[in-house]
């Protein structure tokens, strides 16, 4: 008989065993490993369990083999683990997009035709400007509406000059899809657009946050996002952020030991 989940929108759907080996090979796990933890999972599904539940259970066993694949599988969690405050989230799209070649500033004042705008991130590449607008949501759930895509649009137009990006860590709604599409407007969401969502972007480039370690504890990486360090191959070249935080002696060379098999884009750790 199927087992039904529940997912972080609301909605239902049936548990596929080839969607979560996926999403283990996805973050560098081989195929013996996925098969055996797909099998431990499913000895413990049970209908009207939660996507975040199987999420836990799946990492807990993945955690168990090699902590650098178990933190590139806890990847879109890590990202929600930013917390209520919106640098983390704009600091980190800026690096992203730094690894791609492009110049980004971040927190700006543009001045429009109308107002001044504080912009989240501004890009530049040649003579090509991009405005980027960051939506950070701490809830897997939530999705980025028609609203925000309308008010971002504006603010663009005002400006009247470059592109405008809207970007958030979750999802679009579909109508907030269907509009940028209609504008112009680009939009870069968890899943979108399809070859090169969030995900995509950040695997390839080999820009993982600092929440991703499993070897760090929640305090400890709120500590260090409150130095502003939001990558993990930066704690490289800055260890003292881990004494401000705490992380001294063997846990250090752990942590930093961690932080080097991540970011190696595309590695097996």
Request: proline share 2%; net charge neutral; hydrophobic share 40%.
């Amino acid at each position: 008989m199927p087992v039904v989940i529940a997912k972080a929108d609301g909605t239902s759907e049936e548990f596929k065993r080839e969607k979560l080996i996926f999403s283990l090979h996805r973050s560098g796990a081989d195929s013996a490993t996925a098969e055996h933890i797909a099998t431990d999972v499913e000895r413990e599904l049970r209908s009207g369990m939660t996507t975040g539940e199987i999420y836990a259970k799946a990492f807990a066993h993945l955690r168990k083999h090699k902590r650098g694949i178990a933190a590139r599988y806890s990847l879109k969690r890590a990202i929600l683990d930013f917390g209520p405050s919106g640098f983390p989230f704009e600091s980190y799209i800026a690096e992203i997009f730094r690894a791609e070649g492009f110049e980004a500033k971040v927190d700006q004042i543009i001045k429009g035709t109308c107002v001044e705008h504080e912009v989240d991130v501004v890009l530049s590449r040649g003579s090509e400007m991009t405005y980027v607008e960051a939506k950070f949501h701490n809830a897997a759930g939530f999705k980025t509406d028609l609203k925000t895509a309308l008010y971002v649009k504006a603010r663009i137009d005002d400006i009247g000059k470059g592109k405008g990006l809207l970007v958030t860590n979750t999802k679009f709604t579909s109508h907030a899809v269907t509009y940028a599409n209609c504008q112009g407007l680009e939009l870069l969401g968890w899943e979108y657009p399809k070859g090169r969502t969030l995900q995509d972007r950040i695997e390839s480039a080999g820009v993982y946050p600092i929440t991703a370690l499993t070897t760090l504890g929640n305090r400890e990486k709120v500590a260090l996002l409150q130095q502003r360090m939001v990558l993990c191959n930066a704690l490289q070249n800055k260890t003292e952020a881990l004494a401000h935080a705490g992380v001294t002696g063997a846990k250090a060379d752990e942590v930093l030991e961690e932080a080097g098999a991540l970011c190696v884009p595309g590695g097996a750790v």
